[in-house]
């Protein structure tokens, strides 16, 4: 894991599609569900902060499901109020020529309710908007891509292709943004009716997917800078370097979080840089891991006080941002997976396990997420969560989905 990290390929590891290691029986043997399970409110946004509840007491695993037949490249968990949503990709007969699908399963219970094929190709991200599901897929060849409109029981609405996309779509305000890679290198505007509003090219190239507020969209590019456009018009409203150029690789590799008026950037450099989303001042700068070290920092999750990123060799680090300063670290290293924040305390994976923390460095708990040794682990442990219901979702790239949750 150590070393310069690239953009990640969903789907892929070192040019290889993922092995079927597992069968639903294995998972299904694993853990058995029992108990009740609450339900609450929910509030899923690109800073990774939601006012629901962070589970605690008798804490374990609720269900355990794996869509399909093999999936692999399975994206984020995205959550709407009765459901959680993943997107996957099958190699059923042609591994070069994959299918993408979305799978919807009951937040509460875990039972399926939804199974969606989308396209030929690979999942890149998923979105909820109002009463309709947004879906990202690239071809098998990534030279374009796919924005698909569902209601929410997956009957398809609308598409629209466009040049191959950096990740998941943002929606802010009944709009969808799109970042486009490569040669293209744009952010385009849809109306949830499929209109595009606009399209504008930007300056650099960019591997992350946009953030987006009420008044700009914000698109972190390779060399550390963030291009700021005008979420109405698309016009560029301020271009400037935020993040501390390095030589070896791609500065900005994860997608920077918008909150309150403040971009927070995280930098290859090992730092989180908050920047002022009127004009790109740069409001204050933290080291919080090794800058010798070449491990992409994740996105971050911030609250109305904190910010808590994950780093490789520096553990999960909680920053007031007010001034930047760090109110802690946690003891644990090696993994930097983008954490989820709640009330009463954040969520992050690390290693082979989930692991909550409440507002300090005390864990609350810790759930065990098996990982095979079949000489990629580090890849199948390419997890991601969302707290949502009083539950929290963790999605593992091989299609795996748990719900996390305390007994009544």
Same mark, same amino acid.
């Given at each position: 894991?150590?070393?310069?990290?690239?953009?990640? #390929?969903?789907?892929?590891?070192?040019?290889?599609?993922?092995?079927?290691?597992?069968?639903?029986?294995?998972?299904?043997?694993?853990?058995?569900?029992?108990?009740?399970?609450?339900?609450?409110?929910?509030?899923?946004?690109?800073?990774?902060?939601?006012?629901?509840?962070?589970?605690?007491?008798?804490?374990?695993?609720?269900?355990?499901?794996?869509?399909?037949?093999?999936?692999? *490249?399975?994206?984020?968990?995205?959550?709407?109020?009765?459901?959680?949503?993943?997107?996957?990709?099958?190699?059923?007969?042609?591994?070069?020529?994959?299918?993408?699908?979305?799978?919807?399963?009951?937040?509460?219970?875990?039972?399926?309710?939804?199974?969606?094929?989308?396209?030929?190709?690979?999942?890149?991200?998923?979105?909820?908007?109002?009463?309709?599901?947004?879906?990202?897929?690239?071809?098998?060849?990534?030279?374009?891509?796919?924005?698909?409109?569902?209601?929410?029981?997956?009957?398809?609405?609308?598409?629209?292709?466009?040049?191959?996309?950096?990740?998941?779509?943002?929606?802010?305000?009944?709009?969808?943004?799109?970042?486009?890679?490569?040669?293209?290198?744009?952010?385009?505007?849809?109306?949830?009716?499929?209109?595009?509003?606009?399209?504008?090219? #930007?300056?650099?190239?960019?591997?992350?997917?946009?953030?987006?507020?009420?008044?700009?969209?914000?698109?972190?590019?390779?060399? *550390? *800078? #963030?291009?700021?456009?005008?979420?109405?018009?698309?016009?560029?409203?301020?271009?400037?370097?935020?993040?501390?150029?390095?030589?070896?690789?791609?500065?900005?590799?994860?997608?920077?979080?918008?909150?309150?008026?403040?971009?927070?950037?995280?930098?290859?450099?090992?730092?989180?840089?908050?920047?002022?989303?009127?004009?790109?001042?740069?409001?204050?700068?933290?080291?919080?891991?090794?800058?010798?070290?070449?491990?992409?920092?994740?996105?971050?999750?911030?609250?109305?006080?904190?910010?808590?990123?994950?780093?490789?060799?520096?553990?999960?680090?909680? #920053?007031?941002?007010?001034?930047?300063?760090?109110?802690?670290?946690?003891?644990?290293?090696?993994?930097?997976?983008?954490?989820?924040?709640?009330?009463?305390?954040?969520?992050?994976?690390?290693?082979?396990?989930?692991?909550?923390?409440?507002?300090?460095?005390?864990?609350?708990?810790?759930?065990?997420?098996?990982?095979?040794?079949?000489?990629?682990?580090?890849?199948?442990?390419?997890?991601?969560?969302?707290?949502?219901?009083?539950?929290?979702?963790?999605?593992?790239?091989?299609?795996?989905?748990?719900?996390?949750?305390?007994?009544?």
């Amino acid at each position: 894991m150590s070393g310069c990290i690239a953009p990640t #390929i969903p789907g892929l590891s070192n040019g290889k599609g993922i092995p079927k290691p597992f069968t639903n029986d294995a998972y299904k043997a694993s853990y058995v569900p029992d108990g009740r399970w609450g339900v609450e409110g929910h509030d899923g946004g690109r800073t990774s902060s939601a006012a629901s509840t962070l589970p605690h007491g008798d804490v374990g695993v609720a269900w355990l499901r794996r869509p399909g037949t093999d999936p692999h *490249g399975a994206t984020p968990p995205i959550v709407g109020p009765n459901r959680v949503y993943i997107g996957y990709t099958e190699s059923a007969t042609d591994a070069n020529n994959p299918d993408a699908y979305l799978a919807g399963f009951d937040a509460k219970t875990g039972a399926q309710q939804l199974e969606k094929h989308l396209d030929t190709g690979r999942t890149v991200g998923l979105a909820v908007a109002g009463d309709r599901l947004l879906a990202v897929t690239r071809s098998s060849n990534y030279d374009q891509a796919t924005l698909t409109a569902l209601t929410r029981n997956g009957a398809i609405q609308w598409t629209d292709t466009l040049p191959d996309v950096t990740g998941s779509p943002a929606v802010m305000n009944g709009t969808c943004y799109l970042a486009t890679r490569d040669e293209e290198n744009a952010v385009y505007a849809y109306s949830l009716d499929g209109t595009q509003q606009w399209r504008t090219s #930007i300056d650099g190239e960019c591997y992350t997917a946009t953030c987006a507020d009420r008044d700009g969209v914000y698109v972190g590019l390779t060399d *550390g *800078g #963030i291009a700021a456009l005008d979420a109405t018009t698309g016009e560029q409203r301020w271009s400037k370097q935020i993040a501390t150029p390095v030589e070896c690789c791609p500065v900005i590799q994860a997608t920077p979080t918008v909150a309150d008026g403040r971009l927070y950037v995280p930098g290859l450099a090992g730092e989180l840089v908050a920047a002022d989303t009127a004009n790109g001042t740069v409001l204050w700068r933290t080291t919080i891991g090794d800058e010798d070290d070449g491990n992409a920092i994740p996105s971050p999750a911030v609250t109305a006080d904190t910010a808590y990123v994950q780093t490789y060799h520096g553990g999960l680090v909680a #920053i007031d941002i007010a001034d930047g300063s760090i109110r802690w670290r946690s003891a644990e290293k090696e993994d930097n997976q983008p954490p989820a924040a709640g009330d009463g305390g954040v969520v992050v994976p690390q290693n082979d396990s989930v692991v909550a923390y409440e507002t300090s460095d005390s864990q609350a708990w810790t759930i065990k997420i098996p990982v095979p040794d079949i000489g990629m682990a580090g890849y199948i442990m390419d997890t991601e969560v969302a707290l949502a219901h009083g539950m929290c979702y963790v999605g593992v790239a091989d299609g795996r989905l748990y719900a996390i949750g305390a007994r009544e």
